[in-house]
């Protein structure tokens, strides 16, 4: 299959950044499952493929010593980088199980009140004004919501959104290797906090919670850890980016906040979730020779799938590039799907509800000043800025 010019680097040009529904389609039209020389990937755009993917855990792997020893890319794994996210069924049955039963715990009325309480402030504070939605708005807002998860005492955001924001961009260090070191020391930051918690744990939250039960599951402390480094940064940074990216969405839309059905209808938060796919880039590796989409593809070879085209699919969902907060049957992938799906969605879908809720009711003719000035990455899609104005 001919490689065509590289449609990755495309998805960073300042017209898709914003709207990338041109690059997906080129994508899923003319190169399906390709490989990308460049990162030394297959790339899978179709929502069938990636669905495909995502579900077959038996085929395709997360845990990169499944493979070990047969595959290009393979790499022994020390159990030190090892976390929820890099282990497979059935290792990591334990771990998820634990994990999920605490963060169950913590989405309460109480969190959801508190979390109610902040918007109104924030909110209150900023009547009659503009001002930049990120960094007032959201990048509190979403910090003090995984600070009560976790149980653990207030950050200081400009601080944590900058060490965050670094880990993030390093996941696009197959196509800008110079983001892989500054990410790097970045996560190592993040680690050396989490440990601090873990040493010393606070009473109540998540870490609490696994203080309390962790012995239940008999799982490695080093696996935990690192696992809490990962909700850690996707409680913040995914979040992030899903309220920046709905808001800005719901804005372009007629009728803007007022437009959203009750506020809190759970089909409108699953469409902007698809809509708008924060999270679009995710791999997985294959353990045997396999055919994906018509293309026979190596075992230990590398697979991308661009979650946010395949949730774009016009074979799968009916005008794809339309918002629709009425949408019903909507199996988007913008949060994954079998064993590696979002561990954080329930978490994730009550705090859109929430916000997007007290915004509505508190500023329904809210609107944007100008466009938002959209972050130039390809793995976690975000924005950096946007001015928005209330009344
Ligand atoms: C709307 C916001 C969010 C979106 C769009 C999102 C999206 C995703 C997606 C697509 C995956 C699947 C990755 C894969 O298949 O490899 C995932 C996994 C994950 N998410 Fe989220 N997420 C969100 C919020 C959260 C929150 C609030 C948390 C905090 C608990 C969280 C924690 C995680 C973790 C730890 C994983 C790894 C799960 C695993 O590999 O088993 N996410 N997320």
């Known amino acids: ?11 960073l040009t300042p017209a898709a950044l914003e709207d990338p529904s041109a690059v997906y389609a080129d994508l899923r039209d003319n190169s399906p499952v390709y490989w990308h020389q460049g990162i030394d990937s297959w790339i899978v755009s179709r929502f069938d493929d990636c669905a495909l993917v995502m579900k077959d855990d038996a085929r395709f792997a997360c845990d990169e010593r499944r493979f070990e020893g047969t595959a290009s890319q393979s790499v022994g794994i020390p159990v030190e980088l090892l976390s929820l996210q890099s282990l497979d069924p059935p290792e990591s049955g334990p771990l998820r199980s634990l994990l999920a039963r605490g963060l169950r715990a913590q989405i309460t009325r109480e969190f ?19 001002f930049d939605f990120v960094a007032e708005f959201t990048v509190p ?31 696009d260090s197959p196509l800008r290797p110079e983001l ?14 989490v440990e601090g918690w873990f040493s010393q744990p606070p ?22 850890v690192n696992s809490v480094r990962a ?28 437009a959203l059905p009750d506020g809190r209808s759970d089909p409108a938060l699953q469409e902007l979730v698809r809509f708008t796919s924060p999270v679009r880039i995710e791999g997985r590796v294959p353990l045997a020779d396999t055919v994906l989409g018509g293309q026979r593809i190596t075992a230990g070879s590398f697979v991308t799938m661009i979650i946010g085209a395949a949730n774009r699919d016009p074979a799968r969902f009916e005008r794809p590039d339309e918002l629709d907060l009425a949408r019903t049957g909507n199996p988007h992938l913008g949060l994954g799907r079998g064993p590696h799906a979002c561990i954080g969605t329930q978490l994730a879908l009550t705090q859109m ?5 007290t915004l509505a009711r508190l500023r329904p003719t809210a609107a944007l000043v100008g466009r938002p000035d959209y972050r130039c990455t390809a793995t976690i899609r975000g924005i950096d800025r946007m001015v928005v104005a209330f009344d």
């Open 231 to 258: 909700i850690l940064h996707a409680g913040y940074e995914s979040m992030n980016s899903a309220v920046n990216l709905a808001m800005a969405a719901l804005l372009d839309a007629p009728g803007g906040l007022a």
């Open 1 to 11: 299959m001919a490689v065509v010019d590289d449609p990755l680097e495309r998805l």
């Open 353 to 357: 509800r929430v916000v997007f809720a």
């Open 180 to 193: 892989h070191e500054p990410g790097v020391a970045a996560r190592g930051v993040l680690s050396e906090m």
């Open 112 to 130: 959801e009140r508190n979390l109610a309480a902040r918007v109104e402030r924030v909110v209150s504070r900023r009547a009659g004004r503009e």
């Open 141 to 171: 807002i979403v910090l003090g919501s995984i600070e009560e998860i976790l149980g653990v005492e207030p950050m200081e955001p400009s601080w944590f959104s900058g060490i965050a924001d670094a880990v993030t961009a390093a996941m």
């Open 203 to 224: 009473s109540g939250g998540l870490l609490g919670y696994l203080a309390k039960n962790r012995d239940s599951e008999k799982v490695d402390r080093r696996i935990l």
